[in-house]
């Protein structure tokens, strides 16, 4: 008979097998979102630039994936972060689980890393010039996220403080939307945008590609959140995922009916579009305390995501006058801050409304506002330095024929 010994290292490493498991499929469902990424970017522009869209959105992953692999994850779990340049990924202090094998958790975060890039190209998508992304990429792949992760992910300061950022609205998206903001304000708005200062709509060319890349993003998402409780074996774990999945989902459906009526009472029409950034407002929203809320606290915090987000994009378009192709600033910069705050709110311990009184409410503010900052901040200085040196739009004439040929030689459409 096998002694207890046996018994015990049998059970731990099937629990451990399945915990990797999880992981890993996790992971690839937030591989698929670069799929979901692509498709809609690409139909909420226009088709003489569609291969531009989607070359980029192929090298945020590998840049993403190279980058991280051999500084980024150094900067972001290591015991300290700048000491982590010339550190062992795997050194000892570093802020990651041991139930799992160190390079599952590796790859995991991983496409963690390649989304923050995704979501700056498709704000600046139409006239920025290629060379110009392949900087920004770089920068924001191996620098500017993970140290910025660092601080919650990694062990860092605001972890210290407490604050709450399950999956990633601060520390992604809003990381991500808030780069998106100022390096579409210094690119400047597309040819036709603005007459006499009034916004002008470019359309899309393809509502249809957009829907089904936000069907992709919204499964991509399952891996997201849920897979971000990093195990599954145990009762506890198992129920936090659960729990998690539920609370995804409900986020999304209540952003997405929410900015359809939102949108239909602002504009006279039920827009489509803005109901496809609903969907994805309400995820953004979700994903920093989608651990911490109930079911209603999760619709709730869709609703006012999927309400901000359209008000937000006519901010943008018409007062600010920054021109965003796929409204990746209102979804992930406002959308990605306001969810951060709202897990002080909702989350039912130590949110304002569960009797926690304001002292989470206060770390999560801060720490919305410092991801803010840190973003605005690193976009001035890259995006102001490539365009200062090497530029950062294209000709007029290349962005009034379109990107495609002029930067790749190539069409995504040919008759």
């Not at 991500?176 to 060319?205: D, E, M, Q, S, T």
């Not at 936000?214 to 399952?222: A, E, H, K, R």
């Not at 971000?228 to 989902?249: C, D, H, K, R, Y």
């Amino acid at each position: 008979m096998e002694n207890t010994m046996d018994i015990t290292a049998r059970i731990d490493g099937l629990s451990s097998a399945a915990d990797t498991i999880w992981v890993l499929l996790a992971a690839i469902l937030i591989f698929m979102m670069q799929m979901g990424f692509a498709s809609v970017e690409a139909g909420f522009t226009r088709s003489k630039n569609t291969a531009n869209i989607l070359m980029k959105n192929l090298l945020d992953f590998c840049f993403g994936a190279l980058l991280f692999w051999l500084l980024g994850f150094r900067l972001m779990f290591g015991a300290d972060a700048f000491a982590g340049l010339l550190a062992n990924p795997f050194a000892p202090g570093a802020s990651i689980p041991d139930n799992i094998p160190q390079t599952a958790f590796l790859i995991f975060q991983t496409m963690f890393c390649a989304t923050t890039a995704t979501i700056v190209s498709g704000a600046m998508a139409e006239r920025t010039q290629f060379r110009a992304y392949f900087v920004y990429c770089i920068f924001i792949s191996a620098l500017v996220y993970p140290l910025a992760g660092h601080w919650t992910w990694g062990g860092g300061w605001l972890a210290a403080l407490g604050f709450h950022d399950f999956a990633g609205s601060a520390v992604v998206h809003s990381v991500g939307g808030w780069l998106a903001l100022v390096g579409a304000a210094l690119v400047g708005p597309r040819i036709g945008k603005y007459k006499n200062g009034k916004p002008r709509a470019i359309l899309g060319h393809n509502l249809t590609i957009a829907t089904l890349g936000v069907f992709i993003l919204w499964i991509g998402w399952f891996g997201f959140n849920p897979g971000s409780t990093v195990g599954i074996a145990t009762p506890a774990l198992q129920e936090s995922a659960s729990q998690v999945f539920m609370n995804t989902n409900i986020a999304a459906a209540t952003g997405a009916l929410t900015a359809l009526f939102a949108a239909w009472f602002r504009y006279g029409k039920p827009s489509l579009s803005l109901s496809l950034n609903g969907v994805l407002a309400g995820l953004v929203g979700i994903t920093a305390g989608c651990d911490a809320v109930t079911p209603a606290g999760a619709a709730a915090i869709g609703i006012l995501c999927g309400m901000a987000m359209v008000f937000a994009v006519n901010f943008f378009d018409a007062v600010v006058k920054v021109d965003d192709p796929v409204g990746a600033i209102s979804v992930h910069g406002v959308c990605g801050s306001l969810g951060t705050v709202l897990t002080g709110v909702f989350a039912t311990d130590g949110g304002l409304f569960y009797g926690g009184g304001w002292r989470m409410l206060g770390i999560q503010t801060l720490g919305a506002a410092v991801y803010a900052a840190w973003a605005l901040v690193c976009g001035l200085i890259l995006f102001g330095t490539i365009r200062s040196t090497i530029g950062l739009r294209v000709d007029r004439r290349i962005e009034e024929d379109g990107l495609d040929y002029y930067e790749h030689g190539e069409t995504s459409y040919n008759s």
